[in-house]
Each structure stands twice: as structure tokens, then as C-alpha cells.
């Protein structure tokens, strides 16, 4: 089974500032995809970056971007000049690259306060 | 942009009581999902359906749970006989492969 470890459980950052999420994970899979979902207090979950594991260039998403370090198994967030709607609880998960299997495994979760 | 719509948005009920959870997924999806979310913890798998049949399920997944795609257009999340434990947020999810797309949820409370 595949585990996903976001070891940060609260961060707050200043508007225009920049903050970096970090989660690990642990898997014996070579080919899989990680993503970070974005849970506003409204509670929807929002698709805000996916990495393919295979691909070396990090994702980016306007001010979100991913760094990438596959021997390492992490894949932290960064979020670039902040702003008061990104404040939310951020989820990093795990998918396994095989037919038909495509649950995601997710982390903990790690709430992003944004500070006016 | 086609949305997965789920209802009721917020359902209450009495412990031992049966609920249905529906789902609208977008129509060119190809693999659904339910997940858990219980107030303040992660999201949890709970079951994948795919060719109308369940094609995972996850150790939440007991035989009070069931699944089924009637009509080929909703998809429903049964629960047989709540339990207090069952109060928590449930997540349809929808897509062709990699590509997920969530509904906005319902607020499951069993009283």
C-alpha cells in the first residue's frame, strides 16, 4: 500500500509572500502520478497540480509549482505570491499508473492560512 | 466546464437508518469512485466502479455499503444501518483514467 506523508499540519504566510508545502510518500512503483488537491472551506476538492512521475520537468500551474525529486520520493508545493484565496486545506496524493487502478491515496492534509 | 453533481448537499439521519447518496458524474466518464472525508482527516477510498461493477474496495467498505449505477446515469453510495461513525463529508468522483473530476460532496450527519 501506498502512504503519503504531509508532515506540515498548519502553515500561515503573508499575502505576496511565498509558502512550500512538503509530502513525501513510499511506494515500490515506478510509474504513478502525484497530485495536490486544493479543499476550500466550501469543502470541494480542486484539482490544483498533477505530476507524472516519468516526466523530470516539475509541473507548474501559474503561481503553483511543484518540485520533483523522485529518489527521494517528494513532491512539495509551492505557492507563489499568495493570495487571501488560497487559504484552504492542500492534500497531496498518489495514484498508481496501472489500468484500472486509479484510487488516489491522500496525505494528512496541511491548512494554508493566507494573511492579509 | 461539466461538473459532477451530487445530492442531497447536507442529509441528517437517525442512527440505523438507510441513506442514499446520488451522483451525477460528467457522461463521458468511464471510472467512478466514492471517498470519505470524516470532519478534520484525510479523504479516504472508499470503492471504485468501473463496467458496472465495483472494482476495488477499501477495508471502510463493509457489507452496509453498496454501489450501483441503475440507470447508467446516477450513481448511488447506499449505507444500510448508519452508525454514528458514518457522519463525515462523502465525495463522488469521476474520470477516464488518471483525470479525476469531484463532486462537491455531501455532508453525511447520523444523529
Known amino acids: 500500500a501506498q502512504t503519503v506523508t504531509q508532515s506540515q499540519p498548519e502553515m500561515s504566510v503573508q499575502e505576496a509572500e511565498t509558502v512550500t508545502l512538503s509530502c513525501t510518500y513510499d511506494?515500490?512503483?515506478?510509474?504513478?502520478?502525484l497530485f495536490w488537491y486544493k479543499q476550500p472551506p466550501s469543502r470541494q476538492m480542486i484539482l490544483v497540480i498533477r505530476q507524472e512521475a516519468y516526466k523530470q520537468q516539475n509541473a507548474t500551474e501559474n503561481r503553483f509549482s511543484v518540485n520533483f525529486q523522485k529518489a527521494a520520493k517528494s513532491f512539495s508545493l509551492k505557492i507563489s505570491d499568495s493570495q487571501l484565496g488560497d487559504t484552504a486545506m492542500y492534500f497531496c496524493?498518489?495514484?498508481?499508473?496501472?489500468?484500472?487502478?486509479?484510487?488516489?491515496?491522500f496525505g494528512a492534509g496541511t491548512t494554508v492560512t493566507v494573511r492579509a | 466546464e461539466p461538473e459532477v453533481t451530487q445530492t442531497p448537499s447536507h442529509q441528517v439521519t437517525q442512527m440505523g437508518q438507510e441513506v442514499i447518496l446520488r451522483c451525477v458524474p460528467i457522461s463521458n466518464h468511464l471510472y467512478f469512485y466514492w471517498y470519505r472525508q470524516i470532519l478534520g482527516q484525510k479523504v479516504e477510498f472508499l470503492v471504485s466502479f468501473y463496467n458496472n461493477e465495483i472494482s476495488e474496495k477499501s477495508e471502510i467498505f463493509d457489507d452496509q455499503f453498496s454501489v450501483e449505477r441503475p440507470d447508467g446515469s446516477n450513481f448511488t453510495l447506499k449505507i444500510r444501518s448508519t452508525k454514528l461513525e458514518d457522519s463525515a463529508m462523502y465525495f463522488c468522483?469521476?474520470?477516464?483514467?488518471?483525470?479525476?473530476?469531484f463532486g462537491s460532496g455531501t455532508r453525511l450527519t447520523v444523529v
Open positions: 511506494t515500490s512503483e515506478n510509474n504513478y502520478y
Open positions: 496524493a498518489f495514484m498508481k499508473h496501472l489500468s484500472n487502478d486509479y484510487k488516489l491515496s
Open positions: 468522483a469521476g474520470g477516464q483514467n488518471y483525470g479525476y473530476t
